[in-house]
């Protein structure tokens, strides 16, 4: 091969592996797979959305963000809520609030009734909270781990609120039992696979995205401010800006994903947004390679099955499970499995030229 | 008055529990800039051996006497055990530092689950404690004062050995420049695992009281561990003043917080302020000068 087709081929494998991604996933899974198992296989990838999201912000932008699950939340909830005011019908109200309170509906629940708005809110909300807060903390250059501390107990204080407001959010219960999803009986198998193929198709979506930014001036940038910040400053650049963006994207991914984790898990409740399932979001993304392309989604949907497939067969060890997973990979493996190719071949190489 | 006066003395204790965890971590954050998530969990160690000292040593009264030192050198021996098996293998990698112990942390807490069951067990009070003093019209309970006490102790106690034994100044010179401490013939690695074994030994000691307020539990290093933190941050790094005042602070702000809304309208306000309160001064109360850029 030219070294011409051989450039071209390395700058498009990303894209050869994305499409070999949608195959498996669009095509394959759903012929093989149990109705059960693909819906389970939907869940993973919603925190595959979540995870390239995080790969953007901490892999390439050096932010280490404990807090993703606020985001996945904003989205989960905000699209619940229209679920929900949904199953309710017009006029509705949701069932919860009959049995916690008096039946009155708060006013921030209204607009959730249109479907466009909803999905418009899924978009703004984590944009909004994270331009606030990434604001307030990039342009006082509060970084590292002060910045990791702070969306951690970004992520404590939320659910905290969730599970204090069982009136207006359901509380520890969170909220459950949709039964349409944008006009869609949710009840219907082939309705499920439209929103687990949905799913998949977002995150193919975010993964062109974060291609096209990472062959971008923004994402060289981005990596540049990561291993220099004060060097990136000196050349005229605001890093505070730079990681503004990384950030925001990271935290609408979170948040889409979090609005399709409800209607395929068929709940939302504070245990799926709050700090340690934060940390559950970042395992996957240390697991596959935080800076690799491929490596958060495909992290994620690993363990997000391991979860699955440990706690069926140990329900008690899983946690032992995932906390030596930190351990080993972050030890040993600082760049993720997704690495060890290139360990390998390095190795090889030394041995040869030895 | 009551209004007045209830949050402030409750807040002062839930300060000074907070200032025995944040002593601990600001002590290894600001030398070694290592950030221990799983330093909830030496509270957690110190809790459950304040309680398994009560299976051995039955007589309440006796039991916590014995429970401190107990508790001080097991929580410290599983700090040195951290730094020596882990956090020595990945200096100069502080974030990866942080993941680490995040998955200690899970370990540590299942591991209490599965030994202690995930109920709690209560730790009983000795008779010492039971009982209140009344202080501008409020009935402080003693076993409130007895953590005042017991974090203004250890403070004390930090404080002194910083600067008055040739230890502290060792490590008050590492904490300023490693490279020039090393450089005088301090062997920062031995200075690091000493700060370890205390920071975490303290942790321990904390937990002894957290256990006499609300016994044990396998996620009690938790509820802690988020506003230790926010301590340290506000307080800033290197100097033990900083974080006293954050953790009074934040301790008597919560309650007041937490008596005109709730709890957890509490926790967004004290987070809010904490951000906030980073706008003015970003690297904290109080810090060491440096020139340095980062």
Redesign the interface.
């Known amino acids: 091969m030219s070294p011409k087709t051989l450039s071209l081929l390395r700058t498009f494998a990303p894209l050869l592996g994305i499409a070999a991604l949608a195959v498996v996933m669009l095509v394959v899974a759903p012929a093989v797979l149990s109705p059960f198992r693909l819906n389970s296989l939907g869940k993973y990838t919603c925190w595959a959305i979540a995870a390239v999201g995080i790969g953007l912000a901490w892999g390439r932008g050096?932010m280490?963000v404990l807090g993703q699950g606020v985001f996945f939340g904003l989205g989960g909830y905000s699209m619940a809520m229209h679920l929900k005011l949904e199953a309710a019908g017009p006029d509705g109200v949701p069932d919860f609030m009959l049995l916690y309170g008096d039946g009155t509906m708060p006013a921030f629940w209204e607009p959730f009734r249109s479907g466009p708005f909803t999905i418009f809110a899924i978009l703004a909300l984590p944009a909004i909270a994270a331009t606030v807060?990434g604001w307030?903390?990039f342009k006082?250059?509060?970084k590292?781990?002060?910045f990791?501390?702070?969306t951690?107990?970004?992520a404590?204080?939320f659910a905290?609120?969730l599970?204090?407001?069982i009136q207006e959010t359901g509380g520890f219960n969170g909220l459950n039992q949709f039964t349409q999803f944008f006009g869609y009986n949710l009840y219907d198998p082939v309705n499920k696979q439209m929103v687990y193929s949905i799913t998949v198709v977002l995150l193919i979506v975010c993964l062109l995205i974060v291609w096209q930014l990472y062959r971008s001036r923004f994402g060289e940038l981005l990596v540049a401010t990561r291993d220099a910040?004060?060097r990136v400053r000196f050349l005229g650049h605001d890093p505070a800006n730079i990681k503004l963006v990384a950030f925001v994207v990271a935290a609408m991914m979170a948040s889409v994903g979090g609005a399709m984790f409800a209607p395929i898990a068929g709940i939302i409740s504070p245990s799926d947004v709050d700090?340690t399932a934060s940390?559950f979001l970042?395992a996957g993304v240390?697991l596959g390679g935080r800076a690799l392309f491929l490596g958060p989604a495909l992290g994620a949907l690993t363990v997000g099955y391991g979860r699955t497939s440990l706690s069926e067969a140990f329900p008690?060890?899983w946690?032992?499970f995932?906390?030596?997973?930190?351990?080993v990979v972050?030890?040993l493996l600082?760049r993720g499995v997704g690495d060890l190719p290139r360990l390998v071949r390095s190795a090889l190489d030394r041995r040869t030229s030895a | 008055m009551d209004a007045l006066t209830t949050p402030l003395l409750a807040g002062t204790a839930s300060g000074a529990l907070l200032l025995i965890a944040a002593l601990g971590l600001s002590l290894t954050?600001g030398q070694m800039?290592v950030?221990n998530m799983a330093h909830g969990e030496f509270l957690m160690v110190g809790a459950y051996t304040a309680y398994a000292t009560q299976q051995v040593v039955t007589n309440a009264d006796l039991s916590i006497l014995v429970a401190l030192p107990v508790a001080f050198v097991v929580a410290g021996l599983l700090g040195l055990l951290l730094e020596v098996a882990?956090i020595s293998?990945?200096y100069r990698?502080?974030?990866?530092t942080?993941?680490?112990t995040?998955?200690?942390?899970?370990?540590l807490?299942?591991l209490a689950?599965?030994i202690f069951g995930a109920q709690g067990d209560p730790v009983v009070g000795p008779g010492w404690l039971e009982g209140t003093i009344p202080v501008f019209g409020y009935n402080w309970p003693l076993r409130q004062i007895f953590t005042v006490v017991l974090a203004l102790g250890a403070l004390t106690a930090l404080a002194a050995l910083l600067k008055y034994t040739s230890f502290g100044r060792r490590i008050r010179a590492t904490v300023q420049n490693r490279d020039l401490a090393e450089t005088m013939g301090v062997s920062t690695r031995v200075v690091d695992r000493i700060t370890f074994f205390v920071g975490s030994g303290l942790a321990g000691l904390g937990g002894v009281a957290v256990s006499l307020i609300s016994g044990t539990n396998p996620n009690l290093g938790?509820a802690y561990i988020?506003s230790a933190?926010?301590v340290v941050?506000a307080g800033g790094l290197g100097q033990l003043k900083g974080t006293v005042i954050a953790a009074f602070t934040v301790g008597v702000v919560t309650a007041y917080f937490a008596d005109w809304t709730?709890?957890?309208?509490a926790?967004?306000a004290t987070?809010a302020l904490?951000?906030?309160f980073?706008?003015l001064r970003?690297q904290g109360l109080f810090t060491v000068r440096t020139r340095g850029?980062?």
């Open positions: 050096g280490l807060l307030a903390i006082r250059r509060v590292g781990a002060y990791a501390i702070l951690q107990a970004m404590v204080v905290t609120l599970v204090a407001t910040e004060e700090a940390i970042i240390a008690n060890q946690t032992y995932l906390g030596a997973m930190f351990i972050i030890l600082p | 954050f800039g950030i882990v293998w990945m990698r502080p974030l990866d942080l993941l680490v995040v998955g200690v942390s899970l370990v807490q299942q689950k599965d938790r988020i933190f926010l941050v709730s709890a957890a309208m926790q967004v987070f904490v951000v906030l980073l706008q970003p850029l980062t």
